[in-house]
């Protein structure tokens, strides 16, 4: 049950969502690029934006790491770090044959969407995998089962879905996708595979339906919501989609303060902040004391859930 916001009493107000910004799984992959700074020295060399945020990147690179695309990029025996996002096998395989001591961040609900690739594709399953094309959780997921995993990039592609047997499908869906459109996909799909197999548990992680529940609580009362995020992320992009979808005036996404545009606040009394996953907090603070010298100094904030999920450190980081 939830308690509604107060209504606008006409000043400049601004609702906080809560909860927002880092999830455990970023918090964790952050953490263990610092861990293998301290413990290998730099540079320790990192396969892809560690997450999906351009501020984090930039304060781990001034701390001594070196993003870099692909394995192959890592010089000889040095370190490497794979991103929250997963990565195939066949990444692994690689890092061993280039001698790379190869530190593996991916957040454990990714690597759990693995597990479950791999065990249905060994029964013999098809996966409509349920995702964005070129993200790289889905080309990570994709990976463990090649040939079995078929990617449904939203309800529109349903109907060119094709499998080799109609009574052994199954789906599973990237982590960070829009609740709401995910069960349009997923109905969609069984009303053309009645055998369809749901996942045991949500692969939509926590964290993300959690930024959705908190963004649907203060769009409504928003004339305007903020969402802090860079635009590779694709759980912020959602969480524009859910704030104009639940009754927000606009919604935007911006990767600090600086983004702000000054006529976006022209007649707004209340603003909507919240943040995605890969969001460290500085950036939302800078928001709010941006949005304050507009006026908007009283905040207010609107939590939906109280999050206490942790992940411990990779093998070999996590201390003595
Ligand atoms: Fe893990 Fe979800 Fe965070 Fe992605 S958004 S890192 S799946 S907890």
Request: hydrophobic letters at 40%.
């Amino acid at each position: 049950m939830t308690t509604p916001v107060p209504a606008t009493t006409g000043h400049r107000r601004v609702l906080l969502a809560a909860p927002r910004g880092y999830c455990a799984g970023v918090d964790r992959a952050v953490l263990t690029v610092e861990k293998a700074l301290e413990l290998y020295g730099p540079p320790v060399y990192v396969r892809k934006q560690i997450v999906h945020n351009a501020y984090v990147v930039r304060v781990l690179e001034a701390k001594g790491a070196v993003f870099v695309e692909e394995t192959g990029e890592v010089p000889e025996g040095a370190v490497v770090v794979f991103s929250a996002h997963g990565v195939a096998p066949e990444v692994h395989d690689e890092a061993a044959a280039r001698g790379l001591t190869a530190i593996d961040a991916t957040c454990p609900l990714v690597t759990k969407v693995h597990k479950e690739a791999r065990r249905f594709a060994d029964e013999g399953y098809d996966i409509l995998l349920i995702g964005h094309a070129g993200h790289e959780e889905v080309i990570g997921t994709m990976g463990e089962a090649p040939g079995r995993v078929h990617l449904v990039d939203g309800p529109e592609a349903v109907r060119d879905v094709r499998v080799r047997d109609e009574h052994k499908v199954v789906w599973l869906s990237q982590t960070t996708l829009s609740v709401d459109e995910t069960m349009e996909t997923v109905e969609r799909l069984a009303a053309r595979f009645p055998a369809l197999i749901s996942p045991p548990s949500d692969d939509i992680c926590y964290a993300t339906q959690n930024r959705q529940l908190a963004v649907t609580r203060i769009a409504p009362d928003a004339q305007l919501v903020l969402v802090v995020g860079s635009s590779n992320s694709s759980n912020s992009l959602r969480l524009v989609e859910v704030a104009l979808h639940a009754g927000a005036g606009a919604a935007h996404l911006i990767d600090g303060p600086e983004e702000i545009d000054e006529g976006w606040l022209r007649g707004v009394t209340t603003v909507g902040v919240t943040s995605g996953a890969s969001v460290p907090d500085a950036l939302v603070d800078g928001v709010l004391a941006r949005l304050a010298e507009h006026g908007f100094g009283d905040v207010e904030i609107v939590r939906s859930v109280t999050e206490r999920q942790r992940f411990a450190l990779p093998r070999g980081l996590d201390g003595p």
